[in-house]
């Protein structure tokens, strides 16, 4: 990314791109554009406008969680400092509008716009209320939807509208995202209590360090009895931990399956993900946004 004026933006910039990562958001963009049978170039827009909002929210996050580690690098803020990943965010959301206004469609910015308000409200809810297990699996899903189903609706519904498809196939489009953003974030939290940091690039707890109420503490916390419910209340929501605690969260996790159950969950809203194509008929790209899924899910086993 090219800045003649402040070096420091693609310098940073490289140090996110060549950590890797999946690239799923720009990928859905592209794949239901093809998908819906569109020929001309707005497609490449768009899916990078989505990948700089994705990535602009990763550099905002790191900073507000104080995060060291990302996909097994040190973070931007570790490394530039909190005030240049913010403002280095702050020109990534910029560029992603100027991209959405050069494909000309009213329709795509105010679809990719209204994502990053809700993005911004998502992890806004989180922060009030992470450490809140009062607010059960319907506070979890909010912020879920939110901060992370919210982009992946949105990639691919731009998909769709840049082609020009019916409102029955951008709508299936749309439903489609936000039940795989679902499947993803719940993968996500599975695997902070049960999966090689390589896998997430993140250490393995950080969720339970950080006092987060995901849904396997939450499934563990419901169903556990008074002595239970008084360890995720001390550890989660008056957030004061000692040694042991995270051995001790596994096996409370294990007596109550959160972990498999989690792992389930993600698989039902894979298969409503893959549902919502129902609409379309059979092709190459069908096939590799159903694959997308089964990528998704996989993850967790």
């Known amino acids: 990314m090219e800045s003649e004026h402040a070096p420091r933006i693609p310098e940073l910039s490289a ?19 093809k998908l819906c049978g569109y020929e001309g170039d707005h497609q490449i827009r768009l899916a990078a406008a989505v990948e700089f909002i994705h990535t602009a929210t ?11 580690k990302r996909r097994g690098r040190p973070t931007a803020n570790i490394l530039f400092g909190n005030q ?8 990534l959301f910029a560029r992603s509008f100027q991209l959405m206004v050069e494909t000309g469609s009213i329709r795509v910015l105010d679809i990719l716009a209204g994502a990053s308000a809700v993005i911004a409200e998502g992890e806004v809810l989180q922060l009030t209320a992470q450490h809140d297990l009062a607010g059960g699996e319907a506070r979890y899903f909010q912020v879920i939807r939110g901060k992370t189903a919210a982009l992946f609706a949105a990639a691919a519904e731009v998909g769709g509208v840049v082609a020009a498809a019916t409102e029955a196939e951008i709508s299936a489009l749309r439903n489609y995202g936000d039940a795989l953003g679902i499947a993803f974030q719940l993968v996500d ?40 419910r008084d360890f995720w209340s ?29 792992t389930e ?24 946004l159903t694959d997308i899924v089964g990528f998704v899910t996989a993850r967790a086993r």
Do not use: C
């Open 84 to 91: 240049q990943s913010v403002l280095v965010g702050d020109y």
């Open 234 to 262: 001390r550890v989660i929501e008056d957030h004061d931990q000692s040694d042991g605690d995270l051995e001790e969260a596994h096996r409370l996790l294990g007596a109550h399956r959160a972990l498999d159950r989690t």
């Open 15 to 33: 140090h996110l791109i060549e950590a890797g990562g999946k690239r799923l958001r720009p990928v859905l963009t592209l794949a239901a554009a």
């Open 189 to 228: 939290d599975r695997l902070d209590y049960g999966g090689a940091a390589a896998a997430m690039g993140k250490n393995v707890g950080d969720d339970f360090r950080d006092g987060k109420a995901t849904l396997p503490v939450l499934i563990a916390h419901q169903e556990g009895g008074p002595e239970e």
């Open 265 to 288: 969950r993600a698989a039902e809203w894979g298969e409503r993900a893959i549902a919502a194509l129902d609409i379309f008929a059979d092709s190459e790209m069908k096939r590799a």
């Open 58 to 68: 990763l550099l905002h996050d790191d900073v507000v969680d104080e995060s060291a």
